[in-house]
């Protein structure tokens, strides 16, 4: 398919020829992924609540969500802390967006962020969210897809006051 489009007004007789057929299409070009097979093997296997993997307030990725893979899963250990700040930072895009969940040592959740921005926060102890003040202890940060087969790209960070 050819398009041409003239500029009204601008400059007389100019038109711009827009080409969208397969010939205009580079053959060695890559297809757009929303991450890298580095952040998708990011502290791996981290994939379920037993396999965590063990991070600190250091520990900010990059890493991923890719193809079929359920969320990924962090423990860290709380200790001594007044407010703790959990997040994580994307861009959302279409079949993109992520989520954010914090669970004691239990497994019992704590709290739940599942917005539409471009991250997702969970402050305890804080309202929207709502999150408790949190006890000396292990925590569980599990960053998941917002639909299944959501994937992207991410960092994230733990800051402990």
């Known amino acids: 398919m050819r398009r041409e489009l003239c500029l009204l007004a601008l400059i007389p007789g100019c038109s711009l020829v827009l080409d969208f057929s397969d010939k205009a299409i580079p053959k060695d070009a890559m297809t757009d992924a929303p991450y890298t097979a580095d952040e998708c093997a990011y502290k791996e296997p981290n994939d379920s609540f037993d396999t965590a993997a063990v991070i600190t307030t250091a520990d900010t990725g990059p890493a991923a969500l890719c193809a079929d893979d359920p969320g990924d899963f962090y ?16 861009t959302n ?17 704590k709290s739940i962020s599942r917005g539409f921005g ?14 408790s003040a949190l006890t000396d202890g292990d925590y569980i940060m599990r960053v998941f897809p917002a639909v299944q087969g959501a994937v992207n790209a991410y960092t994230f960070s733990v800051q402990v006051q």
């Open 75 to 90: 423990k860290i250990t709380i200790a001594g802390a007044t407010k703790v700040t959990f997040a994580i930072q994307f």
């Open 118 to 131: 471009d991250g997702e926060t969970i402050v305890c102890p804080g309202a929207a969210p709502p999150c």
């Open 93 to 109: 895009r279409p079949g993109g967006d992520l989520d954010l969940e914090l669970l004691d040592s239990t497994g019992a959740q």
